[in-house]
């Protein structure tokens, strides 16, 4: 029998077999595999909204370093985060969760204590879930459920030429952040007296360990009457987002670097990591941010937002997917995603 | 900081900490943490219903004699088992996977196979997932979406005094299935020339490997018109389940030992590992049957039901959860329940 390895494919091309292979034959399904979340139908305006993550300690974190509080409200969010993608609005999550007996009661009620937060901050509420034991480390598999109205649900697949391409917050933090906390990780190792410096990093740190889902800015947006008419959340970096937005809109983009929205601390610190601050900012992942797609005549609602900025605009499928950089070259956006195997 | 074993609590135990502590606050959560599924509101008439269950590789199954197959196939009906157990109709599930390089491209197929002959069996539809890399095993997590009218829901605390007690199939079946492949696996270790003997066990062995969930039995209820009063699936063992209900329910049961199902095959099979039968059919698990209380006026729609066998009666609270021997003793049932760490 042949063995195909899985790194052969990758995880999208893994997704992508998955997806063609799926059975599909509810009425009730009206949007599957391919897009933040999962559509199902509710009622005549309604829809229900359904995504899943599932982290893995070792691959997605790292106890030596993340708290487990922090870890709980961070499975939480990237669940939410994925509601918000499709302009929905969360309501509820289920929570499994595999333990091996190295975890004492103590140590759950943490991890706990940061889902709740997180519960009590997106207002959700947490319906059910499966707790198993685990022969090594953690695993936690959280699915949320929430709303939207039909006419209001944002797919990956609805910009158009011209639109305007935004995003939420700034970018590259999260990734900058690991760093910061695999360098602090090794120092312990050589020394176990060593006490983590983070001195005044404390914001990229916390953009790794707890980020937020962008509820703020989904509220906001139907408060100024937009919505957005394609949307994605940024967890595999902005390269990967707006691919999938071009792909499935079958249109083209045009970002530019400096509009590309990058803390300070975020640019000053890949410098001292000798990282390219664009790469991070292109690729880093894990921010978590919205990256959308508003028609022209929307931007005049939305342009004195603080934490919205405009990065480039939509472009016809024949122009590709390019950076214009802030010396005025052009080069082609290219997707890393993430290696999965 | 004082460290208390989760071992302190068990399963059920950490259950109710977690369903005391969680956050529950919207208006749309019609049943949290505490049933087969939770419920959500839909529109007037209908609910929703979202259960979850994480299968981890070396705690709920074996590689060396679970086909891929049969482990994609199980991992989907044990969910819909929980849709059923509510008396509702699965329409969508999530999958999410955590696969390590040992698993090649056809290994994962294989598992797919499986998940879709139980989409198309039980006519659900795969709507999203997570696929993620493990640094272990296999690592399987399914999110079940079904739906039901609200007032034919059945939890698990509608049994009244009087009602009938009835159970689908048969019971003990999948805990000697897996005595039998645990045997075979030793002596594989031993001989890894030997082949393995199932002769004339075949039943037994699927029942543990390839489960089915009840559907047949909900659509024939639901045209018979028969709504249970109390539903749960039989994942644990009968005994730890009716004390579900009794619990839920603040009823008390009575069990004949002599109505009890079990396949002679399975009897016989437990005899020769030297096992009490009637152990094995309250404390086995893992049979996914359904254990459901009726109202006495409906017995007549279903008495010639050849899959439904009535088993005892819902007692007064004070009276306890009792079975009542062959020979006529009585004695109190006990829930093993599963001590998962």
Redesign the interface.
């Known amino acids: 029998?042949?063995?195909?390895?899985?790194?052969?494919?990758g995880?999208f091309g893994?997704?992508e077999k998955?997806k063609n292979?799926?059975?599909?034959?509810?009425k009730?399904?009206l949007?599957?595999?391919g897009d933040d979340?999962?559509v199902?139908d509710?009622?005549d305006k309604e829809a229900?909204l359904?995504?899943?993550?599932?982290?893995?300690?070792?691959?997605?974190f790292d106890l030596t370093y993340a708290p487990l509080k922090h870890l709980g409200y961070k499975a939480v969010a990237v669940n939410v985060s994925d509601i918000a993608a499709m302009n929905g609005i969360p309501?509820?999550i289920?929570v499994?969760v595999?333990?091996s007996?190295r975890?004492?009661?103590?140590a759950?009620d943490e991890l706990?204590k940061g889902i709740?937060l997180a519960?009590?901050n997106f207002?959700?509420?947490?319906?059910?879930?499966?707790?198993?034991?685990?022969?090594?480390?953690l695993?936690i598999?959280i699915?949320a459920?929430g709303?939207a109205h039909k006419q209001e649900i944002s797919y990956r697949n609805g910009a158009k030429k011209d639109d305007i391409i935004c995003v939420t917050g700034d970018l590259g933090a999260a990734y900058i952040g690991l760093q910061i906390l695999e360098r602090e990780k090794q120092a312990y190792l050589a020394d176990p007296n060593m006490q983590p410096e983070l001195g005044g990093k404390e914001y990229i740190v916390e953009r790794q360990l707890k980020p937020e889902a962008r509820m703020d800015v989904i509220h906001e947006l139907r408060e100024l009457k937009v919505i957005p008419t394609a949307m994605i959340d940024v967890s595999d970096g902005l390269a990967s987002e707006i691919m999938h937005i071009c792909k499935q809109s079958a249109v083209g983009a045009e970002l530019l670097e400096e509009n590309l929205p990058i803390d300070n601390l975020t640019y000053e610190t890949a410098r001292e990591f000798n990282l390219d601050p664009l790469t991070c900012l292109l690729n880093g992942g894990e921010d978590y941010e919205l990256l959308f797609t508003i028609r022209p005549e929307d931007m005049s609602k939305i342009k004195n937002h603080p934490d919205i900025t405009r990065i480039g605009r939509v472009m016809d499928k024949n122009y590709g997917v390019n950076i214009i950089t802030k010396a005025g070259n052009t080069f082609p956006v290219k997707a890393q995603g993430w290696v999965?195997?």
Chains 1, 2 share one sequence.
């Open positions: 029998m042949n063995r195909t390895e899985l790194s052969q494919l995880e893994l997704i998955i292979e799926a059975f599909q034959n509810n009730t399904t949007k599957g595999i979340a999962a199902i509710k009622n229900f359904v995504t899943t993550d599932m982290l893995i300690e070792g691959v997605h309501q509820q289920t499994s595999a333990l007996n975890f004492s009661l103590e759950v706990y709740r519960c009590e207002k959700v509420d947490l319906v059910g879930g499966d707790t198993v034991s685990s022969r090594s480390g695993i598999s699915t459920i709303t999965a195997f």
